[in-house]
C-alpha cells in the first residue's frame, strides 16, 4: 500500500535520528523507540490505537521533536482503526484522536494543534475525493512522512547555520537534547572539516543529554563528554566552551526561550562569562509573549530517583517543573530555517 519513501533527509544521521527510530506507522501498529531506557535498552513502545499513542507522548517514550512525529503518525494509526466506517464517523473519530494526541502534553498544546489539525484537513479532503479504506490511510501517512521528512530538511538549513558559529577546533556545551538539530550541526561540521568537542549536560531526571544527545555525538564520531547538571558554570570557564547551544520547545513572538528546565541557569553563567547562547528553533505566532505558557509539573517522585533507583529518604518532597523561561537579553540568536535573528526581532522572521 504505501510507496517507497524517497528523497529522505535522514541520511548520515545515526540509529536514534532516523526516522523509523523516531516514531513509524506500519501495518496498523506505531512503534516509537523508547527515549526513556535507550542506549542502556533499545527497545520500541507497540501503539495499537491513538490513545495508545497519546499516552506514550504523555509518558515522555519520546522527547525533543519525538511527540510532534509520534503525533502525526498517531494521526495515521487513527484513520485506520476506522477506515471501513462511513465517512461521518471516520471524520469525527480523527477530531477527537487529534485532540487527545496535541493535548498530551500541555505546554506544547499549541504546536501540536498546528501538526495534527493539518492531518484532520487531509483525510477531510480525502473523504470529499471519494478515497476510502486503505486510500485514507495512505493519504494521512504521506502526509505523516512529508511531515517528518519536510521538518528534517529545515533543521538541515538550522543546523549548518548553527555549525558556521562553531569555530573549528572549538567546544560546545549542550543542555537536554536539541533532537534532529544536533544531529544536522554535527552532519554540517563534518561536511564543513570542522573538529569539535561536545559537552553535554546530563539532564535530570530522565539523562537526556547523557543519554541522547551524548549517543548521536559519540555515534557521529565527536569527541564528546558528559557533565553533571551542577558542574555547567565551572566548565563552560575551565573547558574554554565557545558556545552554549540548545533546543526550545517554545520561543514566545518577544524573545523568551521555554526549553528543558536547567536552561536559564546555564544562559545566566554563559552570559556572565561573554559566551554566546545560541537556540534553535522557530517563533510560535500562538504565543505572544509568556503570559499563556503553562509550565509542565512533572511527577516529583521522578526528582527523588535515579534510573528508578530512590536515593532520598521517605518522607522527602520532590519538585518538577519541566521547563524553565530565559529572557531575551540573555540569548545571543535565535537559529531558525530563515537565519539567524535577535531575541528581540523576532517579528523579522514572519516578514522574511
Same mark, same amino acid.
Given at each position: 500500500?504505501?510507496?517507497?519513501?524517497?528523497?529522505?533527509?535522514?541520511?548520515?544521521?545515526?540509529? *536514534?535520528?532516523?526516522?523509523?527510530?523516531?516514531?513509524?506507522?506500519?501495518?496498523?501498529?506505531?512503534?516509537?523507540?523508547?527515549? #526513556?531506557?535507550?542506549?542502556?535498552? /533499545?527497545?520500541?513502545?507497540?501503539?495499537?490505537?491513538?490513545?495508545?499513542?497519546?499516552?506514550?507522548?504523555?509518558?515522555?517514550?519520546?522527547?525533543?521533536?519525538?511527540?510532534?512525529?509520534?503525533?502525526?503518525?498517531?494521526?495515521?494509526?487513527?484513520?485506520?482503526?476506522?477506515?471501513?466506517?462511513?465517512?461521518?464517523?471516520?471524520?469525527?473519530?480523527?477530531?477527537?484522536?487529534?485532540?487527545?494526541?496535541?493535548?498530551?502534553?500541555?505546554?506544547?498544546?499549541?504546536?501540536?494543534?498546528?501538526?495534527?489539525?493539518?492531518?484532520?484537513?487531509?483525510?477531510?479532503?480525502?473523504?470529499?475525493?471519494?478515497?476510502?479504506?486503505?486510500?485514507?490511510?495512505?493519504?494521512?501517512?504521506?502526509?505523516?512522512?512529508?511531515?517528518? $521528512?519536510? $521538518?528534517?530538511?529545515?533543521?538541515?538549513?538550522?543546523? #549548518?547555520?548553527?555549525?558556521?558559529?562553531?569555530?573549528?577546533?572549538?567546544?560546545? *556545551?549542550?543542555?537536554?537534547?536539541?533532537?534532529?538539530?544536533?544531529?544536522?550541526?554535527?552532519?554540517?561540521?563534518?561536511?564543513?572539516?570542522?573538529?569539535?568537542?561536545?559537552?553535554?549536560?546530563?539532564?535530570?531526571?530522565?539523562?537526556?543529554?547523557?543519554?541522547?544527545?551524548?549517543?548521536?555525538?559519540?555515534?557521529?564520531?565527536?569527541?564528546?563528554?558528559?557533565?553533571?547538571?551542577?558542574?555547567?558554570?565551572?566548565?563552560?570557564?575551565?573547558?574554554?566552551?565557545?558556545?552554549?547551544?540548545?533546543?526550545?520547545?517554545?520561543?514566545?513572538?518577544?524573545?523568551?526561550?521555554?526549553?528543558?528546565?536547567? /536552561?536559564?541557569?546555564?544562559?545566566?553563567?554563559?552570559?556572565?562569562?561573554?559566551?554566546?547562547?545560541?537556540? /534553535?528553533?522557530?517563533?510560535?505566532?500562538?504565543?505572544?509573549?509568556?503570559?499563556?505558557?503553562?509550565?509542565?509539573?512533572?511527577?516529583?517522585?521522578?526528582?527523588?530517583?535515579?534510573?528508578?533507583?530512590?536515593?532520598?529518604?521517605?518522607?522527602?518532597?520532590?519538585?518538577?517543573?519541566?521547563?524553565?523561561?530565559?529572557?531575551?537579553?540573555?540569548?545571543?540568536?535565535?537559529? /531558525?530555517?530563515?537565519?539567524?535573528?535577535?531575541? $528581540?526581532? *523576532?517579528?523579522?522572521?514572519?516578514?522574511?
Amino acid at each position: 500500500m504505501i510507496h517507497l519513501w524517497k528523497d529522505r533527509q535522514d541520511y548520515d544521521l545515526p540509529f *536514534l535520528l532516523k526516522f523509523e527510530n523516531v516514531s513509524w506507522y506500519q501495518d496498523g501498529i506505531v512503534k516509537i523507540l523508547d527515549r #526513556r531506557i535507550y542506549p542502556i535498552r /533499545t527497545e520500541f513502545v507497540d501503539c495499537r490505537n491513538y490513545q495508545e499513542v497519546s499516552k506514550a507522548i504523555k509518558d515522555m517514550v519520546t522527547q525533543s521533536e519525538g511527540p510532534y512525529v509520534a503525533a502525526a503518525m498517531g494521526m495515521v494509526l487513527a484513520i485506520n482503526e476506522v477506515k471501513d466506517r462511513d465517512k461521518y464517523t471516520i471524520l469525527e473519530y480523527v477530531k477527537v484522536a487529534a485532540y487527545h494526541l496535541s493535548h498530551a502534553r500541555p505546554t506544547t498544546a499549541e504546536q501540536m494543534i498546528g501538526i495534527v489539525n493539518k492531518g484532520v484537513a487531509i483525510i477531510e479532503e480525502a473523504l470529499k475525493l471519494g478515497k476510502t479504506s486503505d486510500e485514507l490511510v495512505e493519504a494521512a501517512m504521506t502526509f505523516a512522512f512529508d511531515y517528518i $521528512n519536510n $521538518n528534517y530538511r529545515r533543521y538541515t538549513k538550522i543546523g #549548518r547555520l548553527m555549525a558556521e558559529q562553531i569555530p573549528d577546533k572549538g567546544a560546545i *556545551l549542550t543542555h537536554c537534547f536539541p533532537g534532529t538539530v544536533v544531529g544536522t550541526m554535527l552532519r554540517a561540521c563534518k561536511e564543513m572539516h570542522k573538529n569539535i568537542k561536545v559537552y553535554c549536560a546530563e539532564t535530570r531526571p530522565y539523562f537526556q543529554g547523557s543519554r541522547l544527545t551524548a549517543s548521536v555525538a559519540c555515534d557521529m564520531g565527536f569527541d564528546v563528554t558528559v557533565i553533571s547538571d551542577n558542574m555547567p558554570a565551572y566548565t563552560l570557564k575551565s573547558q574554554n566552551i565557545d558556545v552554549f547551544i540548545s533546543a526550545s520547545d517554545v520561543i514566545t513572538q518577544d524573545g523568551h526561550v521555554i526549553n528543558k528546565v536547567g /536552561t536559564f541557569q546555564i544562559a545566566l553563567a554563559a552570559n556572565y562569562f561573554g559566551i554566546p547562547y545560541y537556540v /534553535t528553533g522557530t517563533p510560535d505566532l500562538n504565543h505572544k509573549d509568556i503570559s499563556h505558557i503553562v509550565i509542565e509539573q512533572r511527577d516529583p517522585q521522578l526528582v527523588m530517583e535515579s534510573m528508578g533507583v530512590r536515593v532520598t529518604k521517605e518522607g522527602v518532597k520532590g519538585y518538577y517543573p519541566a521547563f524553565d523561561i530565559t529572557p531575551p537579553e540573555f540569548v545571543s540568536g535565535i537559529v /531558525t530555517d530563515k537565519g539567524i535573528f535577535p531575541a $528581540n526581532h *523576532l517579528k523579522e522572521y514572519f516578514e522574511v
